[in-house]
């Protein structure tokens, strides 16, 4: 398995949102995704991005390219400092949080990806690794 | 998306003749196609992107402005497709819900499964329908040895599953009672005490009780807290509600019921019902109780089987086939 160098965006502003979209989609479009897929990984990237604006006090989103023999694909992977999440399950079901109007939320970012995988500790943040892989 | 493929040259020929003639037969040709995306759960990105597709190949100088536009217009579809995705898959769990509560109001009516017996004299009939798929509303008949018929009718405060739940118990507690009993103020009594223990304070249970004693023409009855039911007098034309009190069970363990009688004769009617059938509303309207009698003198010909289905059938209709509260009416009528 051969990567590229990782891209990293710090999340402190919510402008920082839009350099993660940004960033995310150059990586996408280097990796050959096409216009709808790019489309989904910023819609993703913007979700997770979103949650360290909100609920933390800071963290990043770096994304690679994955190339192995078999296929390719984005790796999105979002490490925050966060106050955690204790009760991952609530939040990763369907209707939490988007009933507020808050947005697609995890769920949504599980449906744009074709992996996801979140680890998070009550008081010292989340981890959120999400893959795409072209089609 | 293999599904897209064959679906995407059908697009671009409708839409490539709707561009040259602008007819209607394309469009509904557009609708149809439509349905075929909805079958197979295309979110709405992708149909952009195929209509992107197909313009690229019909004109293939677009202008640039255009081509932006139409990738502004998939971007903003994204999250419209994630809130189809999340729709479709909450219409499956509920579907799956339903399925499991299907199974369960089966169960309930195994579980409380009563069969209207036959008495020489007294036509019965029984209508029980409940408002969703359980129901909160129970009916019993036990015929005593002494040839005696006991009939409860019950309600349960509140409807669905924790309502049908709350019946089948009171159904096994009716169950074990031993026979010498079975006086309608004793069993009240019984029953009040394992619903006071076994119940939650915020759930209340209102039954009426009968037995008919078919030697004497006689029935007996007492009534915690349970909607009136009505007495038709033949020789009178005349029906009067059966008033019978008595606190609704579960409220205080030491009460006593007091037990009614009364001696039907030839034609007499027995009126038996839950609020289900007094609470029929039509619009935001509650029905006056001289309407359900109205009803009910409409159809007080017939047999008691046939009365009881036409009078639901009746208020079914009123209500626009939604029942807002289980309906159980039983009638019983005196033929000789």
Same mark, same amino acid.
Not at chain 1, 36 to 41: G, M, P, T, Y
Not at chain 1, 89 to 96: L, R, T
């Given at each position: 398995?051969?990567?590229?160098?990782?891209?990293?965006?710090?999340?402190?502003?919510?402008?920082?949102?839009?350099?993660?979209?940004?960033?995310?989609?150059?990586?996408?479009?280097?990796?050959?995704?096409?216009?709808?897929?790019?489309?989904?990984?910023?819609?993703?990237?913007?979700?997770?991005?979103?949650?360290?604006?909100?609920?933390?006090?800071?963290?990043?989103?770096?994304?690679?390219?994955?190339?192995?023999?078999?296929?390719?694909?984005?790796?999105?992977?979002?490490?925050?400092?966060?106050?955690?999440?204790?009760?991952?399950?609530?939040?990763?079901?369907?209707?939490?949080?988007?009933?507020?109007?808050?947005?697609?939320?995890?769920?949504?970012?599980?449906?744009?990806?074709?992996?996801?995988?979140?680890?998070?500790?009550?008081?010292?943040?989340?981890?959120?690794?999400?893959?795409?892989?072209?089609? | 998306?293999?599904?897209?493929?064959?679906?995407?040259?059908?697009?671009?020929?409708?839409?490539?003749?709707?561009?040259?003639?602008?007819?209607?037969?394309?469009?509904?040709?557009?609708?149809?196609?439509?349905?075929?995306?909805?079958? *197979?759960? !295309?979110?709405?990105?992708?149909?952009? *992107?195929?209509? !992107?597709?197909?313009?690229?190949?019909?004109?293939?100088?677009?202008?640039?402005?255009?081509?932006?536009?139409?990738?502004?217009?998939?971007?903003?579809?994204?999250?419209?497709?994630?809130?189809?995705?999340?729709?479709?898959?909450?219409?499956?769990?509920?579907?799956?819900?339903?399925?499991?509560?299907?199974?369960?109001?089966?169960?309930?009516?195994?579980?409380?499964?009563?069969?209207?017996?036959?008495?020489?004299?007294?036509?019965?009939?029984?209508?029980?329908?409940?408002?969703? @798929?359980?129901?909160?509303?129970?009916?019993?008949?036990?015929?005593?040895?002494?040839?005696?018929? /006991?009939?409860?009718?019950?309600?349960?405060? /509140?409807?669905?599953?924790?309502?049908?739940?709350?019946?089948?118990?009171?159904?096994?507690?009716?169950?074990?009672?031993?026979?010498?009993?079975?006086?309608?103020?004793?069993?009240?009594?019984?029953?009040?005490?394992?619903?006071?223990?076994?119940?939650?304070?915020?759930?209340? !249970?209102?039954?009426?009780?009968? @037995?008919?004693?078919?030697?004497?023409?006689? !029935?007996?009855?007492?009534?915690?807290?349970?909607?009136?039911?009505?007495?038709?007098?033949?020789?009178?034309?005349?029906? =009067?509600?059966?008033?019978?009190?008595?606190?609704?069970?579960?409220?205080?363990?030491?009460?006593?019921?007091?037990?009614?009688?009364?001696?039907?004769? $030839?034609?007499?009617?027995?009126?038996?019902?839950?609020?289900?059938?007094?609470?029929?509303? $039509?619009?935001?309207?509650?029905? =006056?109780?001289? =309407?359900?009698?109205?009803?009910?003198?409409?159809?007080?010909?017939?047999?008691? $089987?046939?009365?009881?289905?036409?009078?639901?059938?009746?208020? =079914?209709?009123?209500?626009?086939?939604?029942?807002?509260?289980?309906?159980?009416?039983?009638?019983?009528?005196?033929?000789?």
């Amino acid at each position: 398995m051969t990567m590229d160098l990782q891209s990293c965006v710090t999340i402190e502003k919510e402008w920082d949102i839009v350099k993660a979209r940004q960033l995310g989609r150059e990586v996408a479009q280097k990796a050959g995704f096409g216009t709808v897929d790019q489309a989904r990984i910023a819609t993703a990237i913007s979700e997770l991005a979103r949650n360290i604006y909100l609920y933390t006090d800071g963290g990043k989103l770096c994304f690679e390219i994955i190339d192995n023999v078999e296929q390719k694909g984005i790796s999105m992977l979002s490490v925050d400092n966060g106050p955690g999440i204790e009760d991952i399950s609530q939040v990763m079901e369907d209707g939490y949080s988007t009933s507020g109007g808050l947005g697609a939320g995890l769920p949504g970012v599980k449906r744009l990806v074709d992996q996801f995988d979140i680890q998070s500790e009550k008081g010292k943040g989340t981890e959120i690794r999400a893959v795409k892989w072209v089609r | 998306m293999e599904t897209l493929k064959p679906d995407a040259a059908n697009y671009q020929s409708l839409l490539k003749h709707y561009i040259a003639t602008q007819d209607e037969h394309s469009l509904y040709g557009a609708e149809q196609i439509t349905k075929q995306f909805i079958k *197979n759960n !295309i979110p709405p990105e992708e149909i952009v *992107n195929l209509h !992107i597709q197909a313009m690229a190949a019909l004109y293939p100088d677009l202008p640039e402005y255009f081509r932006h536009s139409m990738k502004f217009l998939l971007e903003t579809m994204i999250s419209y497709g994630i809130a189809h995705q999340e729709y479709h898959t909450l219409r499956e769990q509920q579907s799956e819900l339903k399925s499991e509560i299907a199974v369960a109001a089966n169960m309930q009516d195994t579980l409380l499964a009563t069969t209207k017996p036959a008495i020489d004299g007294l036509d019965i009939g029984v209508v029980s329908v409940p408002a969703h @798929q359980m129901n909160g509303d129970y009916h019993h008949f036990v015929t005593g040895e002494d040839g005696s018929l /006991g009939i409860a009718v019950a309600d349960v405060i /509140g409807k669905g599953i924790p309502a049908a739940l709350c019946m089948s118990m009171i159904k096994y507690s009716m169950d074990s009672l031993p026979e010498r009993t079975m006086r309608p103020q004793t069993i009240l009594k019984n029953l009040n005490r394992v619903v006071e223990r076994n119940v939650e304070s915020s759930m209340f !249970i209102t039954m009426f009780y009968a @037995q008919y004693l078919p030697a004497d023409g006689k !029935i007996r009855y007492s009534s915690a807290g349970h909607e009136p039911g009505f007495y038709y007098n033949a020789r009178e034309n005349r029906f =009067e509600e059966i008033k019978a009190k008595g606190l609704v069970l579960g409220v205080d363990p030491d009460t006593d019921y007091r037990q009614y009688e009364r001696v039907l004769h $030839q034609g007499d009617m027995v009126i038996l019902l839950t609020d289900g059938v007094t609470e029929c509303r $039509q619009g935001d309207r509650f029905i =006056e109780s001289e =309407e359900v009698l109205d009803v009910i003198a409409r159809f007080s010909h017939l047999q008691a $089987q046939d009365m009881v289905d036409k009078v639901y059938k009746h208020f =079914e209709r009123l209500q626009n086939f939604r029942l807002r509260d289980d309906f159980t009416l039983i009638v019983l009528k005196k033929e000789v």
